[in-house]
């Protein structure tokens, strides 16, 4: 009979430390995979509601101006050479577009400013078939309002009814569109609406036939792994789609 003197061994205790470091190892890059993946998922949860609510605002903007000027006030037998010597029910009926800020409309021998890059007004109708507004054109206006000392702004909306003899920047009825605005009214450069007219300068609003729409909007949360907000940024060109005056 031949009798096995190998006798079976249990690890050393090197081989039991080596193992433990890989285990550790493949554990602690797992788990570094997993809390990535979390801080990624809750950027991106923050991330693109905010991305979708200023493209949803940007279009709405952009909807706004191509609705401005209709119905021209010359669609009108009644309206004299200036607009504005209308009678006061029939100029609440016909739009004249895009209207200078603040308190300034432009008049066909007139020269006015444009509108600035953070305030724009319009006379928009919106819609011709509906019983409430085909016979009301209104005041839509878009207002960056940003306190003093604070890094960002809110964009405001405001629709009333054209009213004759009414001023549409102090009665305006201002609601938040867009929050988190870092477009700074401080510098000219950063403007969130951008004019390019015909023929070549803006001289008054009947010049513009474009405007772009720039916002630049932060994310309501720092990003958990870089500590920074992140920003998103939307642009829109529209093509101004009646001639107004």
């Known amino acids: 009979m031949r009798i096995n003197k190998n006798k079976s061994r249990g690890a050393s205790l090197i081989e039991l430390l080596v193992s433990m470091a890989i285990l550790g190892t493949i554990m602690t890059t797992m788990f570094q995979l997993l809390r990535d993946s979390q801080y990624r998922v809750t950027a991106e949860q923050d991330f693109t509601p905010v991305f979708q609510e200023v493209r949803n605002s940007v ?113 305006a009825k201002l609601t938040p569109v867009i929050e988190n605005v870092l477009n700074d009214p401080a510098n000219p450069a950063d403007a969130i609406f951008t004019y390019s007219c015909a023929p070549a300068a803006c001289t008054k609003t009947g010049d513009i036939n474009q405007v772009l729409v720039n916002v630049r909007v932060r994310s309501y949360h720092r990003d958990m792994q870089t500590n920074q907000y992140r920003v998103v940024t939307v642009a829109g060109l529209a093509q101004k789609m009646n001639p107004g005056y």
């Open 59 to 171: 279009d709405l903007i952009i909807r706004d101006i191509h609705r401005a000027g209709y119905p021209s006030p010359f669609t009108y037998a009644a309206t004299p050479d200036d607009p504005l010597l209308a009678p006061a029910p029939l100029q609440n009926m016909f739009s004249v577009g895009l209207v200078g800020l603040p308190t300034q409309t432009c008049l066909p021998t007139v020269t006015c400013a444009v509108p600035n890059g953070f305030d724009l007004l319009l006379e928009v109708n919106p819609d011709t078939n509906s019983v409430v507004f085909k016979d009301q054109v209104q005041w839509v206006e878009y207002r960056l309002v940003r306190p003093a000392g604070s890094q960002t702004g809110t964009l405001m909306r405001s629709m009333i009814p054209k009213a004759s003899g009414t001023d549409p920047y102090s009665t």
